[in-house]
């Protein structure tokens, strides 16, 4: 199967400009997440959808950082305007629908690395 | 709250030896255990998953044991490589969806 897609691969953007990263996940996927990853530490999770639906954005910095998921399939995070202190990797990843008593693995993207200069 | 420990935080030994990484939980009520490898910069690529009725799994050089009622799982890489050398993170999933380990980051000396 094919597997968690993202784009782009790299960007390098100045402070207070803008940036949209893009995630498609494993066909079938219902559940998306993007994590934040700095350097040095373990991922963070931004926000959860089920389908086209929003579980978790408890941890989503919303004065700058926004996600959609409109047809329940592809997803775009996008950071406005960008601080230094987002470089770190951005992480996306799928899961079947969530089960009670049986949640499926987690299946991961390569990551965008996002350098604020 | 599910808390997810990982020791060592930093491992470092000569090829070929045989090597065990551990993954410590809090809530025993976890629906899966999943070992994942991250290379610097990069995603995650899963190595194994345990479902919480299994006792472990087996890949190649690798086996993943999970013990609930310890809340314990150990993830042992034999005859290691340098091609090993990764940061290795493991994740509990349940009713607090999934949690992340705090990564144990092994370097293989060839």
């Known amino acids: 199967e094919a597997g968690v897609a993202q784009s782009p691969r790299y960007k390098i953007i100045e402070k207070r400009q803008s940036v949209a990263f893009w995630c498609n996940p494993i066909?079938?996927?219902?559940?998306l997440y993007w994590y934040q990853q700095i350097l040095g530490q373990g991922p963070k999770l931004l926000i959860q959808?089920?389908?086209?639906?929003?579980?978790?954005d408890s941890q989503l910095p919303k004065d700058r950082f926004s996600a959609e998921r409109l047809k329940g399939v592809d997803s775009t995070l996008k950071i406005q305007p960008a601080k230094l202190e987002d470089s770190a990797v951005y992480l996306c990843?799928?899961?079947?629908?969530?089960?009670?008593?049986?949640?499926?693995?987690?299946?991961f993207g390569n990551g965008t690395r996002l350098t604020v200069t | 709250k599910q808390e997810v420990t990982q020791i060592p935080a930093a491992l470092s030994v000569p090829e070929g030896e045989n090597l065990v990484l551990n993954c410590s939980f809090t809530?025993?009520?976890?629906?899966?255990l999943q070992w994942f490898r991250q290379d610097p910069g990069k995603g995650l690529t899963s190595l194994l998953l345990i479902q919480s009725s299994q006792r472990e799994q087996t890949s190649g050089r690798l086996n993943a044991s999970l013990d609930k009622s310890s809340g314990r799982s150990t993830l042992y890489i034999a005859a290691s490589q340098p091609g090993d050398s990764a940061t290795y993170l493991c994740v509990t999933s349940g009713t607090y969806k999934y949690i992340f380990g705090t990564g144990t980051r092994l370097k293989v000396l060839a």
């Open positions: 990843a799928s899961s079947e629908p969530l089960r009670t008593g049986d949640n499926s693995p987690l299946h």
């Open positions: 959808f089920q389908n086209n639906g929003v579980v978790d």
């Open positions: 066909s079938g996927h219902a559940t």
């Open positions: 809530d025993s009520a976890i629906y899966n």
